[in-house]
């Protein structure tokens, strides 16, 4: 059975940080590129930073750009996303993904809220 377990989610005051995780299990860990995406309430989900399988080539969208770090360790099958200088609009739930081909996998979620 293919899972993604997010962790790491919380309060936090503006300009603070928090590190999310990710357990994922059933599937192929290394082979798959993995990726954080976000969803604020009534808006649309949305990308936030992903790395690649093969040579952890990052990305990140224009919005977290010097403020989030992505990473992943093959070994324990877990990608991680350290979020520094958060501000009150990266409040949403994140999530994070699996993708390889036509295979994308995702876990439930974990909130981020983050205060004024």
């Known amino acids: 059975e293919v899972q993604l377990v997010e962790s790491g989610g919380g309060l936090v005051q503006a300009g603070g940080s928090l590190r999310l995780s990710c357990a994922a299990s059933?599937?192929?860990?290394?082979?798959?590129?993995i990726a954080w995406f976000r969803q604020a309430p009534g808006k649309e989900r949305e990308g936030v930073s992903c790395?690649?399988?093969?040579?952890?080539?990052?990305y990140y969208e224009d919005f977290v750009k010097g403020r989030f770090t992505i990473s992943r360790d093959n070994a324990k099958n877990t990608m991680y996303l350290l979020m520094n200088s958060l501000k009150p609009e990266d409040t949403a739930v994140y999530f994070c993904?699996?993708?390889?081909?036509?295979?994308?996998?995702w876990g439930q979620g974990t909130q981020v809220t983050v205060s004024s």
């Open positions: 993904n699996g993708r390889r081909k036509h295979q994308s996998y």
């Open positions: 059933g599937f192929t860990f290394d082979d798959y590129a």
């Open positions: 790395i690649a399988s093969s040579d952890s080539t990052t």
